[in-house]
Nanobody, 121 residues
Framework: QVQLVESGGGLVQAGGSLRLSCEVS????????MGWHRQAPGKQRELVAT???????NYADSVKGRFNISRDNDKNTVYLQMNSLKPEDTAVYYC???????????????WGQGTQVTVSS
């Protein structure tokens, strides 16, 4: 069984910073890309940032220059440093990992339970 556990969400004023963490645990064979998505009320889930196992990053235009994704492969953990936060960044943030588990030997996408980020104006 594979689990993704997020932490670090909360309430912050506009212009502030937060750091999200997501640890992947369980019966993991190989982890590929890891990333973050978010879903605001009444909107579809959207990609925020991803980082491949080889270090290639991809960011949504709306967060470029403000957010930074990093990962610690030894700890199976991905981070999202969010700076200069805006009210429009308010959303539930979901961690995502594409990995192969020992149980199935198949590549699949796994998701965390989500963590709320609220930015007040």
């Amino acid at each position: 069984q594979v689990q993704l556990v997020e932490s670090g969400g909360g309430l912050v004023q506009a212009g502030g910073s937060l750091r999200l963490s997501c640890e992947v645990s369980g019966s993991i064979s190989v982890i590929g890309a890891m990333g973050w998505h978010r879903q605001a009320p009444g909107k579809q889930r959207e990609l925020v940032a991803t980082k491949s196992s080889g270090g290639i990053t991809n960011y949504a235009d709306s967060v470029k220059g403000r957010f930074n994704i990093s990962r610690d492969n030894d700890k199976n953990t991905v981070y999202l440093q969010m700076n200069s936060l805006k009210p429009e960044d308010t959303a539930v943030y979901y961690c995502n990992a594409r990995l192969r588990s020992w149980a199935t030997s198949l590549w699949a996408d796994y998701w965390g339970q989500g963590t709320q980020v609220t930015v007040s104006s």
